[in-house]
């Protein structure tokens, strides 16, 4: 069962100053998903909800969405950080029953540096990063680990060779490719870092939404926006997409 608890307030306004309203106070607004129900606007606490990142495995982490006394299961679906400071800005969360089996993405995680690469000069392409599977809410592994310190040059390892435990079924097709170790053409050799330098690793999924901020970070964040209610948040960079708040 879960032990992190994520307290809840409903919200009847919605928008861009609502959004400011609620982070004026320490809080930001999120929405809940169910299936067959309607979406709930919610507002809730940036500090708490940096606690789930604790786990390692931030998405599916099952969580206590406490609400008007009750607590309803859920897993955080998305998020969205403000892309300088470190600040959460949004969440969405998906509510799921304990005995019905849910479609999530698992990712996966590379160990060791292949002797493709480490002897012969080769480089590492990691192609799939994420596996869908099919579980219930509490079999939902953390990562899936992939040995790949055996691969040599034009070696591969597929879909089909990750492990899954037992109560687990992978919906991704079994042919892809997760990892293979291919020859340098000569610009890229060219191009490569000296040796001994460190490999490149898997780029994390946070990355992609910048990096979720600390518990910490995320209670001085809220302390400092309700020091100065009147301040508006920094603007995103030029280009950089922000998600809207969601009805």
Do not use: W
């Not at 897993?75 to 949004?90: A, C, M, W």
């Not at 053409?185 to 490149?200: D, F, I, K, Q």
Request: aromatic fraction near 4%; include cysteine; charge should be neutral.
């Amino acid at each position: 069962m879960s032990d992190i608890v994520v307290v809840a307030e409903a919200r009847e306004q919605r928008g861009k100053n609502e959004a400011k309203r609620l982070r004026a106070r320490g809080r930001i607004p999120a929405v809940v998903y169910a299936p067959g129900k309607e979406n709930v606007a919610v507002s809730v606490s940036p500090r708490e909800l940096a606690v789930v990142f604790k786990t390692g495995a931030a998405e599916n982490t099952l969580v206590d969405l406490e609400m008007d006394g009750k607590k309803r299961k859920v897993i955080l679906k998305d998020y969205q950080v403000h892309p300088v400071r470190p600040e959460f800005l949004h969440a969405d969360f998906y509510e799921v029953a304990l005995d019905k089996a849910i479609h999530v993405k698992v990712h996966i995680e590379l160990q060791g540096v292949p002797v493709g690469v480490k002897t012969h000069g080769g480089m590492l392409e990691f192609v799939t990063r994420e596996i869908m599977v099919s579980c219930l809410p509490l079999d939902i592994p953390k990562k899936f680990v992939v040995d790949i310190s055996n691969l040599e040059i034009n070696d591969e390892v597929r879909v089909a060779a990750v492990p899954m435990p037992p109560k687990v079924k992978s919906l991704t097709e079994g042919d892809l490719i997760v990892a293979q170790v291919v020859v340098k053409h000569e610009e890229e050799a060219a191009a490569a870092p000296a040796e001994g330098a460190t490999t490149v690793a898997a780029e994390p999924e946070v990355a992609k939404k910048g990096k979720a901020p600390t518990e910490a970070e995320a209670a001085a964040a809220a302390t400092a926006a309700k020091a100065a209610p009147g301040k508006a948040p920094a603007a995103a960079p030029a280009g950089k997409d922000v998600k809207k708040d969601k009805k």
